[in-house]
């Protein structure tokens, strides 16, 4: 080989090795990182965060100052007064603590909705996953049958085959290639479901991963309580109870009066054309006498009696969607230990078997085509069952509130 040829090979190489290299592997963590990294509701819930602590600043904030002048003509008497509301009752202390509970109670909800999204896209990961993995089940069978028709064509030209082989034989193709084009028609419709929680221009043609999932052993009474712990959601109630507790708290100090103090410079005539000065002093004191704050009393032990109840209707929920989710889960992995078990031992020997029935002339095309499509409805079963089990896993997981550990 010349020089100017050893250089534009090694060129090439190198070119296909560096795209081989700076191509993207789509993994599941590759793809949930992706959604963190550039994801509106994190500034959605970021915002509403904001939104409740101004909301509890403003809530919490002391009154104006108010000043006043007055002029009065009739012996010309002038007051220069400023007066302010004294918080002496404590109800600007609770409010402030309801505040920081509301907030609380925002990046609960946020954090959950996140949460809620990213399992959501976790999902749609594997559904792509497993729709990729029945693509290459459907093109591994399309292999053998275009295998066997070549097989049938050489023999019909030598005399030694049947025509009705060779064309049932394609017809058994024509089915395979309607069923993979179907196939690649669902990866496309579960790759957008996936990148529409992906930013705008996220280009992913495959992902890559295991969808099989390890046996767990689960305690559904350990992990329900582990999810009342972890889960936002009944953190987010647990703290708006809290909140309305604190919010009724202050609703009573109403009924005790804020003083307003004021104090000012009093200017008046004193005789004939003389001026004198003085300091004025003065306190007012509003009576709760029609509004003790009974109505927001009311208001918020009413918000503390919904809240509780919330909560024990989320925590049946959440003990409910537990277990159920833990028995469809155990169930899936059982009948996928057992299929899969019965697949290995009997799968490739039919095949095997039918092949070698076929070519001694004991079995006609019809039954090796049996055992070819047998064997391959099987290996789809086989990753329906184990997509099953990824989901059943995933949604435990999004009940309890957070992934197992690997």
């Given at each position: 080989m010349s020089l100017p040829n050893r250089a534009a090979t090694l060129a090439l190489l190198v070119a296909g090795a560096a795209g081989a290299g700076?191509?993207?592997?789509?993994?599941?963590?590759?793809?949930?990182?992706?959604?963190?990294?550039?994801?509106?509701?994190?500034?959605?819930?970021?915002?509403?965060?904001?939104?409740?602590?101004?909301?509890?600043?403003g809530r919490a904030l002391y009154a104006n100052p108010r000043v006043n002048f007055s002029h009065e003509g009739a012996g010309r008497t002038e007051f220069f007064q400023a007066e302010q509301i004294l918080p002496i009752t404590g109800r600007l202390k609770l409010l402030r603590q309801a505040g920081a509970a509301l907030v609380r109670v925002a990046e609960a909800?946020?954090?959950?909705?996140?949460?809620?999204?990213?399992?959501?896209?976790?999902?749609?990961?594997?559904r792509v996953l497993?729709?990729?993995?029945?693509?290459?089940?459907?093109?591994?069978?399309?292999?053998?049958?275009?295998?066997?028709?070549?097989?049938?064509?050489?023999?019909?030209?030598?005399?030694?085959?049947?025509?009705?082989?060779?064309?049932?034989?394609?017809?058994?193709?024509?089915?395979?290639?309607?069923?993979?084009?179907?196939?690649?028609?669902?990866?496309?419709?579960?790759?957008?479901?996936?990148l529409a929680f992906l930013p705008a221009g996220t280009d992913i043609a495959t992902v890559s991963g295991q969808i099989e999932t390890p046996l767990l052993a689960l305690n559904a009474s350990e992990l329900a309580q582990r999810a009342l712990a972890v889960r936002e959601d009944y953190r987010a109630e647990q703290r708006r109870l809290e909140q309305y507790r604190l919010e009724q708290r202050a609703a009573e100090r109403l009924r005790f009066p804020e003083p307003v103090f004021?104090?000012?410079?009093?200017?008046?005539?004193?005789?004939?054309?003389?001026?004198?000065?003085?300091?004025?002093?003065?306190?007012?004191?509003?009576?709760?006498?029609?509004?003790?704050?009974?109505?927001?009393?009311?208001?918020?032990?009413?918000?503390?009696?919904?809240?509780?109840?919330?909560?024990?209707?989320?925590?049946?929920?959440?003990?409910?969607?537990?277990?159920?989710t833990v028995q469809a889960l155990r169930v899936r992995q059982r009948a996928r230990d057992e299929y899969r078990n019965q697949l290995a031992e009997t799968g490739p020997e039919l095949v095997r078997i039918a092949t070698v029935a076929y070519q001694e002339g004991e079995v006609g095309i019809l039954q090796l085509l049996d055992a070819l499509r047998t064997q391959r409805q099987a290996q789809l079963r086989l990753v329906d069952i184990q997509a099953a089990v990824k989901q059943a896993q995933i949604e435990l997981e999004r009940v309890i509130g957070e992934e197992f550990a690997r």
């Open positions: 700076s191509a993207q592997e789509w993994t599941e963590a590759v793809v949930v990182q992706k959604f963190l990294d550039q994801n509106p509701q994190t500034r959605e819930a970021r915002a509403r965060v904001a939104i409740a602590e101004a909301d509890a600043r909800e946020g954090a959950f909705s996140l949460w809620l999204a990213r399992s959501s896209l976790r999902q749609a990961f594997y497993a729709e990729q993995q029945s693509e290459t089940i459907y093109a591994a069978g399309l292999k053998d049958i275009e295998n066997v028709i070549r097989v049938l064509a050489d023999r019909e030209r030598e005399g030694e085959g049947s025509k009705f082989d060779r064309l049932r034989t394609e017809r058994e193709r024509a089915e395979l290639l309607a069923e993979l084009a179907l196939v690649r028609a669902a990866i496309a419709l579960e790759r957008a479901q996936m004021n104090a000012g410079l009093k200017r008046a005539e004193v005789g004939q054309r003389g001026i004198a000065n003085g300091p004025v002093v003065g306190i007012t004191v509003p009576l709760p006498l029609f509004n003790k704050g009974q109505t927001e009393v009311a208001r918020y032990s009413a918000e503390q009696e919904r809240a509780s109840a919330r909560l024990e209707v989320l925590s049946r929920q959440i003990r409910g969607a537990v277990e159920g």
